[in-house]
């Protein structure tokens, strides 16, 4: 069973940046698609940028050019480095493995929040 941690959440002003990291459990986490999603109060829980186990990369139009993913499969980790980051950004973002089309597991969240 596949367990996800994240880490690096925080409070930043408009402007800021933080990098979040998602460490995952087993060994085979080079093979899954890694995703970060988001969901700001309210019930819909949207894709905020993803990189499959060949590197490819999918970004949401809200965060094109300012965020980047990136895994260090050595690590079992996925980052994501969030820079001019708006009020808009503020939500719990959680990350995701998934495989085949399928979702393997989910992280437990954690809080980003930019101030104006």
């Known amino acids: 069973q596949v367990q996800l941690v994240e880490s690096g959440g925080g409070l930043v002003q408009a402007g800021g940046s933080l990098r979040l990291s998602c460490v995952a459990s087993?060994?085979?986490?080079?093979?899954?698609?890694m995703g970060w999603y988001r969901q700001a109060p309210g019930p819909q829980r949207e894709l905020v940028a993803e990189?499959?186990?060949?590197?490819?990369?999918n970004y949401a139009d809200s965060v094109k050019g300012r965020f980047t993913i990136s895994r260090d499969n050595a690590k079992n980790t996925v980052y994501m480095q969030m820079n001019s980051l708006k009020p808009e950004d503020t939500a719990v973002y959680y990350c995701?493995?998934?495989?085949?089309?399928?979702?393997?597991?989910w992280g437990q969240g954690t809080q980003v929040t930019v101030s104006s």
């Open positions: 995701k493995a998934g495989s085949m089309g399928r979702t393997v597991a």
């Open positions: 087993g060994s085979i986490f080079r093979l899954y698609t």
């Open positions: 990189i499959t186990s060949g590197g490819y990369t």
